[in-house]
């Protein structure tokens, strides 16, 4: 089976920065995905690894280690709006193959 | 330009009763998904079509749910009947042909079985 870890919850204050951690064992790699979603909405894409090292957005950055099977999520200048689920998923295979995800992070901004 | 779209955004039915899920993918995009969320879960995959043939249908429990995508565009998914377990949100999500494609996805339709 597919094994994709993350923490249930985090809480972190405003302005500050916040590390969310993704580990995954799965029978195949094809790359890395974290999608934030706020409550009753859809996920949306946030970021994509498929090499090893840091990936840099804005405020945000996504971290891949394939030898040790890690990734983290890093979130700088935490704003309230940044209250969310965060969501690790690993794409098996090439092509469209579907993602495979974690339970998600519900991520709490607190002033 | 619109994202993907499902209708109705909430759903409440009494068990055994039947259900359909309807999605509009972004146009161009040939790869349609269906995932069932349960709340405080990741998002698990029921079925994947490229343009009008299902592919990966595997996770999805055949003796009560189906799905179809006629002319590779719009796409149902249907469940009859319906059972106190499959409350759930219901997304749909789109990407293009190709490798490694961003999957975007709807806001589900939220399905509440009495």
């Known amino acids: 089976g597919q094994n994709i870890d993350q923490p249930t919850e985090m809480t972190a204050t405003e302005g500050a920065i916040v590390q969310i951690n993704c580990t995954y064992q799965t029978s195949g790699f094809n790359g890395l995905f974290w999608y934030q979603q706020h409550a009753g909405e859809a996920p949306t894409f946030l970021s994509y690894n498929v090499l090893d090292g840091l990936e840099e957005k804005g405020r945000f950055s996504s971290f891949l280690s394939r030898s040790k099977g890690y990734s983290y999520l890093l979130l700088k200048e935490l704003q309230m709006k940044d209250s969310a689920s965060y969501l690790c998923?690993?794409?098996?295979?090439?092509?469209?193959?579907?993602?495979?995800f974690g339970k998600g992070t519900r991520l709490s901004v607190i002033a | 330009e619109a994202g993907v779209v499902q209708s109705p955004r909430y759903k409440i039915i009494e068990k055994k009763q039947p259900v359909a899920f309807w999605c509009n993918p972004i146009?161009?995009?040939?790869?349609l998904y269906w995932y069932l969320q349960n709340l405080g879960q990741g998002p698990e995959l029921l079925i994947r079509?490229?343009?009008?043939?299902?592919?990966?249908d595997s996770q999805l429990p055949k003796d009560r749910f189906s799905a179809e995508r006629l002319k590779g565009v719009d796409s149902t998914l249907k469940i009859q009947p319906a059972e106190l377990g499959d409350s759930a949100v219901y997304l749909c999500?789109?990407?293009?042909?190709?490798?490694?494609?961003?999957?975007?996805f709807g806001p589900g339709t939220r399905l509440t079985v009495l």
């Open positions: 999500a789109s990407s293009l042909a190709g490798l490694n494609n961003e999957q975007f």
């Open positions: 079509y490229e343009n009008e043939e299902a592919v990966d």
């Open positions: 998923a690993v794409r098996l295979n090439s092509g469209n193959t579907p993602l495979v």
């Open positions: 146009s161009g995009h040939n790869t």
